[in-house]
């Protein structure tokens, strides 16, 4: 990590995963369709568009290019599906493409697990009669129970169902066929959170966010209450326009999960919420554990409570923790911070953004970084990284050109251990 200096070309204003400048992109209709039956929920997929129409009841699946055939429509009704009831309807329609699973919640409240049929699919030699395959898994029993809102956690292989009452069911998805058992249930921390909006997964698949008409609130991935805006002086909000802690709209993440976005009621602002992770979640290490590290998308923070006297670090305290900024200049090419590493002994930290990495000597304060951004962006971080004493090791993944065959050559993904010395820190 060290050598000649190049300087880096940023834009003076330039901000966290700004340094490529702004992004540009082309936008430009496919098609356009008129569906006079009523759309219900639309999902548009890598292949074709699906649409749940109401009137009649039915799902239409739109290729965006015509097949073999030359046929680009096709359609089933929801009274054919015998999975379904005979007059259900479709409220909500979410899809997975890690799984490849679709969950739909249909008029009557139930969830049902949906996977689209190959259109080729036979039966008994004959092509497939039905577009979909679904398996129910949330009957509610009374109407508080009925589903309004689902989400997908495709590492934890979870399926969250927001009922009208403001509780939320997580399911188990093990398998395909309908193995869907019931896993935990989740309250929020008010007996009045009012409508259910916005129910979503982290990217990494650790935290739910369920936003609500007076609040929103989260969870670990298996329950464990997070932050929630419910306790918060309402009169002082209102005073102040804190929108996102009065109710939510809509909200989505970024930045990897360390960030997402609240748009609030009646609120034409967006705001973002920061959010601090265990490093665990993005390495996991026994050091990370021992050590209680905890990144954000720009930095982290290590507790320091460890030397001190137990009177000591009962207190809440905010001096316990030692915040880190990561620098600037890696971070306006490589934001966000995905994963963080201690060593055992709590004196260095490594992290890595979308490519290269850095690390930091606790003792001294200071960061070391490469000098030459063309090497910082040769590697990505993909293993993990730790920590051996005062050396790092991190499984990285390279891409250099490799001849395959005498005719033909590609480029190959290449792991690659890289090990530095941290001395040059201190």
């Known amino acids: 990590m060290t050598g000649f200096k190049i300087q880096r070309q940023h834009d003076t204003n330039a901000g966290p995963g700004e340094g490529s400048g702004i992004k540009e992109l082309s936008l430009r209709f496919r098609m356009v369709i008129r569906v006079d039956a009523g759309i219900a929920r639309a999902l548009a997929l890598d292949d074709e568009l699906i649409v749940a129409t109401e009137k009649p009841a039915a799902v239409q699946c739109i290729r965006w290019a015509p097949d073999s055939t030359g046929s680009q429509t096709s359609t089933e009704l929801l009274s054919r599906m015998t999975w379904l009831e005979k007059k259900a309807s479709i409220v909500d329609m979410i899809h997975d493409r890690p799984m490849n699973l679709s969950t739909w919640i249909s008029g009557d409240g139930k969830a049902f697990a949906v996977q689209r049929l190959p259109p080729n699919s036979l039966q008994n030699g004959k092509p497939h009669p039905n577009l ?78 369920a936003g609500y008409e007076n609040g929103w609130a989260t969870w670990s991935v298996y329950g464990k209450p997070g932050a929630a805006s419910f306790t918060t002086d309402r009169t002082l909000s209102e005073t102040n326009a804190e929108g996102w802690l009065l109710g939510i709209k809509d909200a989505f993440w970024v930045g990897g999960g360390a960030e997402i976005l609240l748009l609030g009621n009646n609120d034409n602002r967006l705001f973002l919420l920061e959010m601090a992770r265990s490093a665990v979640t993005g390495c996991f290490s026994s050091a990370n554990i021992s050590r209680s590290l905890m990144q954000t998308s720009t930095g982290f923070m ?21 915040h880190v900024q ?101």
């Open 302 to 322: 290590i507790y320091r409570g460890y030397e001190l006297p137990d009177l000591t670090t009962i207190s809440a305290d905010v001096s316990l923790w030692h």
């Open 326 to 426: 990561v620098p600037s200049h890696y971070l306006v090419d490589q934001w966000p911070i995905r994963s963080a590493v201690i060593s055992s002994d709590g004196r260095y930290v490594a992290v890595a953004g979308k490519r290269g990495l850095a690390h930091y000597s606790v003792i001294s304060g200071r960061w070391k970084t490469f000098d030459d951004p063309f090497v910082e962006n040769e590697f990505t971080v993909r293993g993990g990284m730790c920590w051996f004493q005062h050396v790092l090791i991190a499984a990285v993944e390279s891409h250099e050109s490799h001849e395959v065959s005498p005719a033909t050559t590609s480029n190959i993904r290449r792991t690659l251990m890289v090990i530095l010395d941290s001395h040059l820190l201190t």
């Open 132 to 209: 979909f395959r679904g398996h129910g898994f949330h009957a509610p029993e009374t109407e508080n129970e009925f589903g309004a809102k689902a989400a997908i956690n495709a590492r934890f292989s979870l399926l969250a169902v927001g009922c009208k009452s403001g509780d939320i069911y997580v399911y188990t998805a093990r398998d395909y066929t309908g193995n869907i058992p019931l896993s935990h249930k989740l309250q929020p921390n008010t007996t009045s959170p009012g409508k259910l909006t916005v129910l979503t997964y982290s990217p990494d698949g650790y935290c739910l966010f």
